[in-house]
Nanobody, 125 residues
Framework: QVQLVESGGGSVQIGGSLRLACVTS????????MAWFRQSPGKEREAVAT???????IYADSVQGRFTISRDLDKNTLYLQMDSLRPEDTAMYYC???????????????????WGQGTQVTVSS
């Protein structure tokens, strides 16, 4: 059974930084796509950034230029570096992974087979 375990969430002031990590119980190269999603109360879960095994990265417009997604295959870990944080970034952040080969990891309609339990990020003044 594949498990994804997130860490790194917390409370930070506006303009601050956090680095989320997601460790997989399987080798990270078994998942062609990995991604970070987030969900705020009353809102739908949305994809923030996706990472293909070929290192292609796609970002939501709302985080472009502020967030960086990366994957360390040796450590079986997916990261999300979040800089210049804003109050609207406050959400539960989830790690996600797929099982089957795809050539592209879209923000919309990404097929997710595995989810982490989430880590809370709170940005305040």
């Amino acid at each position: 059974q594949v498990q994804l375990v997130e860490s790194g969430g917390g409370s930070v002031q506006i303009g601050g930084s956090l680095r989320l990590a997601c460790v997989t119980s399987t080798r990270a190269n078994r998942h062609p796509c990995m991604a970070w999603f987030r969900q705020s109360p009353g809102k739908e879960r949305e994809a923030v950034a996706t990472h293909h095994m070929d290192h292609t990265r796609i970002y939501a417009d709302s985080v472009q230029g502020r967030f960086t997604i990366s994957r360390d295959l040796d450590k079986n870990t997916l990261y999300l570096q979040m800089d210049s944080l804003r109050p609207e970034d406050t959400a539960m952040y989830y790690c996600a992974a797929n099982a089957n080969w795809v050539n592209y990891c879209p923000l919309q309609g990404l097929e997710v087979d595995y989810w982490g339990q989430g880590t809370q990020v709170t940005v305040s003044s």
